[in-house]
């Protein structure tokens, strides 16, 4: 787990990094904490989309902690939020950026592993509907439900999401047994498109929400149209998604 800890005092920086590191470590996860004196210094890392956790203080120049949670929630970021701050007054103003919880920083070190427990919760749900993979090095996690589709080319798989294209590398038999399980469908031996992303069937293929027309074998038409009904069966709100 990647934690970003966010606050202009360098003191607390430091005496609270640690704490957080424990905290969590405790729940027997393996966790890296890395630290940043200003928000401007957050934004500007290109690897920030690669945290998980955020934990900001409120009251900070240039932009505060909760003006930076809402800009992640408007990036489409589903990273875990929790406020550090003195200041109880504000707790209300930090809802916009749905956190996951507000800690007192004069009460830190009662507060924090309530906290962690909480994370743990909230890492082992995020477990179940995420895809993890390997990118640049080290294991990044992706939401199924942003993921349009695989292609595969070889043993290069282009993983294309809502935002981006990602490869990485296996072949798609890797990706198989565990979005098979979570809502894809296998309309050709180079393909696995997410159900809740087709907009339309054709004769020969099927229409995704990006405009990208994905073949579909032409012995499989009949088994994939019924795995695609048997699947919205079981969520009909996706159909009346779609047709908006």
């Known amino acids: 787990?990647?934690?970003?800890?966010?606050?202009?005092?360098?003191?607390?920086?430091?005496?609270?990094?640690?704490?957080?590191?424990?905290?969590?470590?405790?729940?027997?996860?393996?966790?890296?904490?890395?630290?940043?004196?200003?928000?401007?210094?957050l934004q500007d890392m290109a690897e920030i989309a690669m945290f998980d956790v955020f934990f900001l203080d409120i009251d900070m120049p240039e932009m505060d902690g909760v003006d930076f949670g809402s800009f992640l929630r408007e990036c489409g970021s589903d990273a875990c939020i929790v406020f550090l701050s003195s200041r109880e007054d504000r707790v209300f103003d930090t809802f916009k950026a749905d956190p996951l919880r507000f800690i007192r920083k004069n009460r830190f070190q009662e507060e924090i592993d309530d906290a962690a427990k909480a994370i743990l919760a909230w890492w082992e749900k995020r477990g179940e509907r995420s895809l993890l993979v390997m990118l640049s090095g080290q294991y990044t996690s992706?939401?199924?439900?942003?993921?349009?589709?695989?292609?595969?080319?070889?043993?290069?798989?282009?993983?294309?999401?809502?935002?981006?294209?990602?490869?990485?590398?296996?072949?798609?038999?890797?990706?198989?047994?565990?979005?098979?399980?979570?809502?894809?469908?296998?309309?050709?031996?180079?393909?696995?498109?997410?159900?809740?992303?087709?907009?339309?069937?054709?004769?020969?293929?099927?229409?995704?929400?990006?405009?990208?027309?994905?073949?579909?074998?032409?012995?499989?038409?009949?088994?994939?149209?019924?795995?695609?009904?048997r699947l919205v069966a079981r969520e009909p709100s996706i159909i009346k998604h779609q047709q908006s």
Do not use: W
């Not at 907009?199 to 009949?222: E, L, T, W």
């Open 1 to 41: 787990m990647r934690v970003a800890l966010c606050d202009d005092d360098q003191d607390v920086l430091n005496e609270i990094a640690p704490l957080i590191e424990k905290a969590i470590a405790g729940m027997g996860l393996n966790v890296s904490v890395k630290t940043f004196a200003s928000v401007k210094q």
């Open 142 to 229: 992706l939401l199924l439900d942003e993921i349009l589709y695989v292609e595969c080319f070889g043993r290069k798989q282009d993983i294309v999401t809502k935002t981006q294209t990602i490869t990485i590398t296996g072949t798609i038999s890797d990706l198989e047994s565990k979005l098979l399980d979570c809502g894809f469908i296998k309309p050709h031996r180079g393909y696995l498109v997410n159900y809740k992303h087709i907009i339309s069937f054709k004769a020969s293929s099927i229409h995704m929400r990006n405009g990208v027309a994905v073949p579909v074998s032409r012995y499989k038409i009949p088994q994939v149209k019924q795995a695609y009904m």
